[in-house]
């Protein structure tokens, strides 16, 4: 980890800042230019985020680098579902795009990155490593053995592969971006502590 970067578990008082982060690192992502309508795209996109990191924060792990430059947000596999009002309020945001989201079940008992963004004029400053590892170190300390995520940028996939994980599927989404789903296993304290 790149000691220089300091990073933290967010709190409440981070989320707005964070989603402003993860407004500007998805603004030409393919995935979210996809399944967000053009109208009102940064508004939609920016809400979507802040939406999202309140669940994650409340169910899981968010993690933030330096001053919510960098961002990333993982769900445990017991998460609760989402109340009625989110689910309302991200089928209103996507609009008649909500068809288009499609999101497979991960396997049993695995984590899930749900997001993971750096401010555009941070990127390339290995803020996306940094976050990486700290918040697969948080899950595995929290019992986690196994983490999957998605991503539909290919420079994504060497970023993922880097810190362990490697693509069990990719998927060509007909008219929408290509989709690496990918999946890194590790041992944590209870597993060895079993095995002993």
Same mark, same amino acid.
């Given at each position: 980890?790149n000691?220089s970067?300091?990073?933290?578990v967010?709190?409440?008082?981070?989320l707005a800042?964070?989603a402003?982060?993860?407004?500007a690192?998805f603004e030409h992502?393919p995935?979210?230019?996809y399944?967000?309508?053009?109208e %009102?795209?940064?508004?939609?996109? #920016?809400a979507? +985020?802040?939406?999202?990191?309140e669940y /994650?924060?409340?169910?899981?792990?968010v !993690?933030?680098?330096g001053?919510?430059d960098?961002v990333?947000?993982?769900?445990?596999?017991?998460?609760?579902?989402?109340?009625?009002?989110?689910?309302?309020?991200?089928m209103?945001? %996507?609009?008649?795009?909500?068809g #288009?989201?499609? +999101?497979?079940d991960?396997?049993?008992? /695995?984590?899930?990155?749900?997001?993971? !963004?750096?401010?555009?004029?941070?990127?390339?400053?290995?803020?996306a490593?940094?976050?990486?590892?700290f918040a697969?170190?948080?899950?595995v300390?929290?019992g986690?053995?196994?983490?999957?995520?998605?991503?539909?940028d290919?420079r994504?996939?060497?970023?993922?592969?880097?810190?362990?994980?490697h693509?069990t599927?990719?998927?060509?989404?007909g008219d929408?971006?290509?989709?690496w789903?990918?999946?890194?296993?590790?041992?944590?304290?209870?597993?060895?502590?079993?095995?002993?």
């Open positions: 980890m000691t970067i300091r990073v933290r967010a709190d409440a008082d981070d800042a964070a402003d982060t993860l407004a690192a992502y995935w979210t230019r399944v967000i309508p053009q %009102h795209y940064h508004e939609r996109l #920016r979507l +985020q802040k939406l999202y990191l /994650a924060q409340a169910n899981g792990i !993690g933030v680098a001053h919510c960098g990333i947000a993982l769900l445990p596999p017991d998460a609760p579902e989402p109340e009625p009002g989110m689910v309302d309020e991200v209103r945001l %996507h609009g008649d795009r909500i #288009r989201l499609q +999101q497979g991960p396997p049993a008992g /695995a984590w899930r990155v749900e997001t993971l !963004g750096v401010r555009p004029e941070r990127q390339g400053q290995r803020l490593s940094t976050l990486l590892v697969l170190a948080e899950a300390r929290r986690g053995e196994q983490v999957v995520l998605d991503t539909s290919p994504n996939v060497r970023l993922y592969e880097r810190h362990g994980f693509t599927t990719h998927s060509d989404n929408g971006p290509l989709i789903t990918m999946t890194a296993t590790f041992e944590n304290s209870t597993t060895r502590e079993a095995s002993l």
